[in-house]
């Protein structure tokens, strides 16, 4: 029987499982998980993520205007769960990861499928998340193999 109740809508959008990568002004780098990212443009091609306002992720990205996105493999769930905790942000959510550095110095995680860097064009916030638009300056296929994942994939969700 259908409801009328809009979170049970939208509870059924595929995300895909994506890390955001960032740095901060001091140089201390970042990566959290996330699922609201899509490609906007093609000319200049442009990528858009929703970041929570309040993360560190969100203000690395406002204080150095860079970020890099990380397609995950649908087998990821330990990594998605140690990205996604607040209390270990900074640093500490890289610990044992295997992670290269390229044109922007933001984080490129050795177990992605695929990875794009960016630089911030612009951005909106229309609620509780930033949305931060960036210019993809360079990416890649790897260094992981296999297909990229969704969060249901990984047995998590992230809708309201």
Same mark, same amino acid.
Not at 97 to 107: A, F, I, L, N, R
Not at 112 to 127: F, H, K, L, Y
Not at 128 to 149: K, S
Not at 151 to 158: A, D, N, Q, T
């Given at each position: 029987?259908? @409801?009328?109740?809009? +979170? ?11 890390? $955001?990568? %960032?740095? /901060? &002004?001091?140089? @201390?780098?970042?990566?959290? @998980? ?11 091609? =442009?990528? /858009?993520?929703?970041?929570?306002? #309040? %993360? #560190? ?5 406002? &204080?150095?205007? =860079?970020?890099?996105? #990380?397609?995950?493999?649908?087998? +990821?769930?330990?990594?998605? &769960? ?6 270990? +942000? ?29 630089? =911030? $064009?612009? +951005? ?19 260094? &992981?193999?296999?297909?990229?994942? @969704? ?5 998590? %969700?992230?809708?309201?």
């Amino acid at each position: 029987m259908p @409801t009328n109740d809009p +979170s049970d809508g939208i509870q059924q959008a595929v995300y895909g499982f994506i890390g $955001v990568g %960032s740095k /901060a &002004a001091d140089g @201390t780098r970042d990566a959290m @998980t996330a699922s609201w990212g899509t490609q906007v443009s093609f000319d200049p091609r =442009v990528y /858009a993520v929703a970041v929570q306002e #309040n %993360s #560190n992720t969100a203000a690395n990205i406002k &204080a150095t205007g =860079v970020f890099s996105i #990380n397609f995950m493999p649908g087998d +990821s769930h330990d990594l998605a &769960a140690k990205m996604a905790r607040r209390p270990d +942000s900074g640093e500490g959510r890289l610990e044992d990861q295997e992670v290269s550095y390229h044109d922007t110095g933001t984080p490129v995680l050795g177990s992605a499928v695929g990875w794009i860097e960016c630089r =911030v $064009v612009d +951005s909106a916030q229309p609620g509780d998340h930033i949305v931060f638009f960036g210019e993809v300056v360079g990416g890649g296929q790897g260094p &992981a193999d296999g297909e990229p994942g @969704t969060l249901g994939s990984i047995g998590m %969700s992230y809708a309201g």
